[in-house]
């Protein structure tokens, strides 16, 4: 067993890696939903899907090759939980992950750090309805306030009619994805203690599967409130998506409504990958805090990567230098982000009704929001 100073750097060293690797990957979400628009916001979360799968797929095979307990641990793995039942949160987790790209590419920066936390609360609720989960007062105020930090991001400038409140319809989207990932991350809490699965193959069985359930969503697109996309017209849509992504700077990029504003960036597939890998290694550093740490610790690594992410869609040069609009700064959204924040650390201080979940968390445990699969809300979510 590792020694207890070695344990406490490792995971100090993981919750900063966590933090770093959370704030990137937001950042270049934002670069990313803008350099494709909203006519490939389909062939795009296709994209991303498949290049997280295989990093999760090259990780497992390099450990099977080196460990044989690790084989092991994924035949034990697949006996307790077989494939086949983690359809469920697979559905989930594409119902979150298309939501997302549709509400994505319409909604500013710094809102889509505050929408994304309310996850928290949706957890708790679904925990407790469940799961049978007991939280104490202190965490039912803290999730409420994730939510009324969120809230008081987005509300004072839709009511004050501001140039932000254009936005507010694709915001309730990318607002209501916080629902199935929250149900998916409860099952996955089921998963864990139930068949004390490994990291890896609860990652690579869920996302795979969600690679295919997602086409299931694709009508949806052909729907008024999200883009209105002619179905016919999908072949050329996902050509031109995959000409984005390698790229082509003659290939047009358009708005949500139609209207082309501007072509692709020949820097389109380094902002992808960049997207892919930081969140991928940022939600793998979280699950590792689930693993051998505690909820708790998971729940202050996402509260720090709350506020450095907001603050940096607020800075005009940073956000000049990657390509992106920078969000003004408003005492609301301020507000909002100490909320969020304070309701985060209020969730992470657990009273006596948990004690024995932060205990048992280095083995089965994993009771929080984070999505250990495929999305693209990533802070809360690993992309």
């Given at each position: 067993k590792m020694p207890l100073s070695r344990q406490r750097l490792v995971l100090a060293a993981l919750v900063v890696a966590s933090v770093v690797f959370h704030v990137i990957s937001a950042v270049a979400r934002k670069v990313m939903y803008d350099a494709y628009g909203q006519r490939y916001i389909f062939p795009r979360g296709q994209l991303t899907n498949l290049m997280y799968n295989m990093w999760a797929t090259f990780v497992i095979i390099g450990r099977a090759v080196a460990s044989p307990d690790f084989r092991q641990a994924l035949r034990t793995s697949a006996r307790r939980f077989h494939p086949c039942r983690l359809l469920i949160p697979a559905l989930l987790d594409g119902l979150g992950n298309f939501l997302d790209s549709v509400g994505g590419p319409n909604v500013p920066g710094s809102w889509t750090v505050l929408l994304g936390q309310s996850t928290v609360f949706f957890t708790m609720l679904f925990s407790t309805i469940l799961l049978s989960a007991r939280f104490s007062g202190r965490q039912v105020v803290g999730a409420a306030l994730t939510i009324l930090g969120a809230c008081m991001a987005v509300l004072p400038e839709i009511l004050a009619g501001t140039p932000l409140a254009r936005h507010v319809g694709y915001a309730l989207i990318f607002f209501a994805a916080d629902v199935p990932q929250a149900l998916s991350a409860v099952y996955k809490d089921f998963a864990f203690k139930r068949g004390d699965l490994d990291v890896f193959y609860l990652t690579a069985c869920v996302s795979w599967v969600q690679l295919l359930v997602t086409w299931c969503y694709?009508?949806?697109?052909?729907?008024?409130?999200?883009?209105?996309?002619?179905?016919?017209?999908?072949?050329?849509?996902?050509?031109?998506?995959?000409?984005?992504?390698?790229?082509?700077?003659s290939t047009p990029v358009y708005d949500s409504t139609g209207s082309v504003t501007g072509y692709c960036s020949s820097f389109t597939t380094a902002i992808t990958f960049t997207f892919s890998l930081t969140g991928f290694a940022g939600g793998i550093c979280q699950l590792f805090i689930m693993k051998f740490g505690s909820a708790s610790l998971y729940a202050l690594s996402s509260a720090l990567a709350v506020p450095i992410t907001n603050v940096c869609f607020s800075v005009p040069g940073l956000m000049q230098r990657v390509g992106i609009q920078a969000t003004p700064f408003s005492w609301s959204n301020a507000v909002g982000v100490v909320l969020v924040v304070t309701g985060f650390v209020l969730y992470a201080l657990k009273g006596p009704l948990n004690a024995g979940v932060a205990a048992h968390s280095s083995s089965s445990d994993k009771i929080s929001h984070i999505d250990s699969t495929n999305s693209d809300c990533s802070d809360g979510q690993v992309c």
């Open positions: 694709l009508p949806l697109l052909s729907l008024p409130a999200f883009g209105g996309l002619d179905l016919a017209s999908l072949p050329a849509v996902l050509a031109d998506g995959a000409s984005c992504f390698v790229g082509d700077t």
